[in-house]
């Protein structure tokens, strides 16, 4: 299954995907954020790859994989399609998956349709309740200068989002509550690879206006459900919120918490070294209990 990276073609376009890592352990796949964003912030989970297979694939649309603006490709049952393409094309039949942000929506519903090739769940700043997201990231934008927040009503009122003054807001947010450390030549490649097409239809025009096709997505009813182990995991002042992420947790039988200190939403980049330690730690408990 190692390769340093290839191509698999699903319907609508080409997947680019990255699989290392030397260890004998259940592999792990990563699923990133958006939807619309791209793996290149989870380059440090390739750590892992001393006690097993990783892998890690920008989702069809997005990052290095094909672009598209085809609608009909943007749902949770396409991209969980295409993981399961992905999965079978590497010959795993079992394995971890990880998934951040707009990944543990589409973690948890891969789970929910394929319970048995799921090892564990690892969900890092979940967003299994949009209403709940842009509730508790409106309360954050207050948090901003009066002039930001007074910007943002206006242009959201006129629908103009890409005016400056919505911008600057938006780059504020961001500092504050997405990622405190960003690494400055994967984020200027997560950016010159974001898909607007993907994330403005399934999410809306910002991390905190969610008026897309996910803008009811609530899985919290399903959580009692899940049996295999879940680790949570959340940044200090992450924009998904610690307090909403224990409330996941505590939904979800069996499962860990735990914060990342001196992190926000992106906690692969904000502090890599616990971020990996922690999901390494979890991993290896749950390979030694089965």
Request: without cysteine; hydrophobic residues 40%.
């Amino acid at each position: 299954m190692l390769t340093d990276s290839a191509r698999l073609d699903v319907p609508g376009g080409s997947m680019w995907y990255r699989a290392t890592g030397s260890g004998t352990g259940t592999p792990v796949i990563l699923l990133h954020g958006g939807p619309g964003f791209s793996s290149f912030y989870l380059k440090p989970m390739e750590e892992l790859g001393s006690d097993r297979p990783v892998v890690r694939y920008d989702q069809l649309g997005s990052g290095r994989s094909d672009a598209t603006t085809d609608t009909t490709l943007f749902n949770v049952e396409t991209f969980v399609a295409q993981l399961d393409a992905l999965r079978e094309h590497l010959g795993i039949e079992r394995f971890h998956l990880y998934g951040h942000s707009w990944g543990t929506m589409l973690g948890v519903e891969y789970y929910r349709a394929h319970p048995d090739r799921v090892e564990s769940l690892v969900l890092a700043s979940a967003a299994l309740d949009a209403p709940l997201w842009e509730r508790h990231a409106r309360e954050l934008l207050t948090n901003l200068p009066d002039s930001m927040v007074r910007a943002v009503e206006q242009r959201e009122a006129e629908g103009n989002y890409q005016a400056p003054d919505y911008q600057a807001a938006l780059e504020a947010f961001y500092a504050r509550y997405v990622w405190l450390r960003p690494h400055p030549a994967d984020l200027d490649s997560t950016l010159a690879t974001f898909s607007e097409a993907v994330y403005g239809y399934m999410w809306g025009p910002s991390e905190f206006t969610v008026n897309g096709t996910l803008r009811d997505f609530d899985v919290t009813g399903f959580l009692p459900q899940i049996t295999v182990p879940v680790l949570y995991t959340v940044g200090e002042v992450d924009e998904a919120g610690p307090e909403n992420i224990r409330r996941f947790a505590d939904l979800t039988p069996g499962a860990r918490y735990l914060v990342i200190p001196d992190a926000a939403h992106v906690t692969a980049w904000d502090n890599p070294e616990a971020d990996v330690a922690a999901v390494r730690g979890f991993l290896r408990e749950v390979d030694a209990g089965r």
